[in-house]
């Protein structure tokens, strides 16, 4: 009985055991079994005072600051898309018609709330890669992104890839001069928003693709206030000028199109709260900074 559990080590349990054997060779059984007894209720009392210190150490291991690294590229991309969803659906029509003609916020308030998220994602993705103070962490950190980036094609969320890949395609990050595969993986990624003919490849990747889809909401509006600023709302005679309304009526149609679809992957609390609506970002010119202390200017990268 006075036995202290932390005296309870492997070495003497073997040697418990062993005696209790002993005692019931010799036909010892009562003292056998008053051996037994202790040692069972010596064994339920260290696994009491066990407990509690594996859930404080399982509690640390919870508290420790999560990085993106600790999360699948895939589940990223899914919380992504569902942020860009939700904001996507809230957008109405009028709202991107007013925004071509007036660039007015007030009376575009769901439509300058997903265009500052789009914003703050691609600032979000420049700092989480500026951040990191090693050469090797900020190459698994934009492998990551790229990562990120295939499955948002994947999800045909194109908001989102055009944020990424602002970011990634960003001076401050760009001249950081990466290695062949991760500048070759990006030019890839990039072909698919070659501004040259008028974005013909990211015209045909969304004319192809089913919905559920989410647009890049920046093109919409380009192409939109381009139709608004060419085109006259009448003709000389005073007449309607149907061909501004039709132009106008064949880009909304895939916003409205595309609305009509939801995806079905659940929400991730603990994804989204380590997205913290991206507030944890710098703005341009700190990152330029950051960058320039990575690499200074006219010298060769830095670890």
């Known amino acids: 009985e006075d036995l202290a559990i932390a005296d309870l080590n492997k070495g003497l349990l073997q040697t418990l055991s062993d005696f209790q054997h002993e005692l019931l060779c010799k036909a ?31 509690l640390a291991v919870s508290t420790k600051p999560l990085t993106l690294i600790d999360f699948k590229a895939q589940e990223i991309a899914e919380q992504m898309t569902l942020l860009d969803a939700d904001l996507f659906h809230k ?38 890669i500026l951040d990191q103070s090693d050469s090797k962490d900020r190459e698994r950190y934009v492998m990551k ?69 989410i647009p890049y909401i920046g093109l919409i509006l380009q192409d939109l206030t381009f139709v608004n600023i060419g085109n006259s709302d009448l003709l000389p005679d005073g007449e309607v000028n149907f061909s501004k309304r039709w132009q106008q009526y064949h880009i909304l149609d895939n916003m409205k199109r595309f609305r009509k679809s939801n995806y079905t992957f659940k929400k991730k609390e603990r994804i989204i709260e380590f997205f913290n609506d991206f507030e944890d970002s710098k703005n341009e010119d700190v990152l330029w900074e950051m960058s320039k202390q990575i690499k200074p200017s006219g010298a060769k990268r830095l670890n």
């Open 91 to 128: 957008v109405e029509i009028p709202e991107v018609l007013i925004w071509s003609q007036e660039q007015d916020e007030e009376r575009s308030p769901n439509l300058t709330t997903f265009t500052v998220h789009f914003n703050k994602m691609s600032y979000w993705v420049r700092t989480k």
């Open 145 to 213: 992104f790229i990562k990120i980036l295939k499955h948002l094609r994947k999800l045909n969320n194109f908001n989102s890839y055009l944020a990424l890949l602002s970011a990634l395609d960003s001076a401050p990050v760009r001249r950081l001069e990466w290695q062949k595969t991760i500048t070759d993986g990006l030019k890839e990624y990039c072909a698919l928003i070659d501004s040259s003919s008028s974005f013909r490849a990211y015209r045909n990747a969304l004319a192809e693709s089913s919905p559920p889809c």
């Open 28 to 58: 010892e059984f009562k003292c056998a079994k008053m051996l037994r007894t202790s040692l069972v209720k010596k064994l339920e009392a260290r696994k009491r005072y066990q407990e509690p210190r594996e859930s404080l150490a399982s």
